[in-house]
């Protein structure tokens, strides 16, 4: 491959998202290199309580609790607001079950809920789901619509918590986990750069990569090891950020200092483990 690359497909999209800036250009380089914040269009309006509580809190973890606390009162996630009459417990969808799910298999279908989510409200849509997602008219893609739309996720406004998800964390990074930062260095293993698309060879060292449209890293480079003979190295936007650890009072993502951050085209710098 040339130092100056490829010229694939910069990946499937749409012209429509719900944070008011173009598609392509949130899932460009230019973003991740002038990154501004990005809202959802309402939540914050439509929530002015979860904002209030917010605001009240002195510490990041006081937030993470208080936000918790907000997502279990609206949409029936905690145990005891789950539990019926007759002591049946029904199948309540919430943003914690996809995170755990996600943490398992990000191929499976809580990966694809959250894909789905990203696809809807950045307008960028994933590039491999179980395997690569060429076009959105073959069978690999229609797997991954029939998973993404399950009626039984969501049928506890799921798109809506994630919602609140990503305006919260980005809240609370901004007033506490990551005040005065644009940018986190990140790191993930991969065992074959072919599988997220160089775009772009720069240098030996450096290349523009396709992510797919929600990614995994670790903020610890000795974890990704773990995950791939070569360790891409990415100032992620903290504008991208949608997960992080200690952003909630569970275990969830904490034991490999998981971050899930918005994907797209990144330059990254690769190394071998």
Not at 39 to 64: D, K, S
Not at 103 to 116: I, Q, R
Not at 179 to 188: D, E, I, K, V
Not at 212 to 233: M, P, Q
Request: hydrophobic share 40%; with cysteine; charged share 20%.
């Amino acid at each position: 491959m040339s130092e100056q690359g490829t010229q694939r497909k910069p990946g499937l999209g749409h012209s429509t998202n719900r944070v008011g800036r173009s598609s392509q250009w949130v899932a460009s380089c230019g973003f991740n290199a002038a990154p501004e914040a990005l809202h959802i269009h309402g939540v914050r309006e439509m929530n002015p309580a979860l904002f209030t509580m917010l605001a009240q809190a002195e510490t990041g973890a006081e937030a993470g609790a208080a936000f918790l606390s907000y997502m279990q009162a609206m949409f029936g996630i905690d145990p005891e607001q789950q539990t019926a009459p007759g002591g049946t417990r029904p199948f309540r969808s919430s943003f914690l079950r996809l995170l755990q799910g996600w943490s398992f298999d990000s191929n499976g279908p809580e990966g694809a809920v959250l894909k789905g989510w990203v696809e809807s409200r950045f307008g960028i849509a994933p590039c491999f789901h179980k395997e690569v997602l060429a076009c959105m008219s073959c069978s690999a893609w229609q797997v991954y619509t029939s998973e993404k739309m399950q009626s039984g996720f969501h049928a506890n406004a799921i798109w809506a918590q994630l919602d609140l998800l990503y305006e919260a964390a980005q809240w609370i990074a901004a007033r506490f986990a990551f005040a005065g930062q644009t940018h986190l260095t990140l790191y993930r293993g991969s065992n074959a750069l072919e599988d997220h698309a160089v775009l772009e060879r720069i240098g030996k060292r450096e290349a523009v990569i396709r992510l797919n449209n929600l990614v995994s890293f670790s903020s610890e480079r000795e974890v990704a090891d773990c995950f791939g003979d070569k360790i891409l190295t990415v100032a992620v936007p903290v504008a991208k950020v949608l997960s992080y650890p200690g952003l909630l009072p569970t275990r969830l993502l904490q034991g490999e200092r998981e971050f899930l951050a918005i994907g797209g085209a990144y330059r990254v710098r690769i190394d071998d483990v």
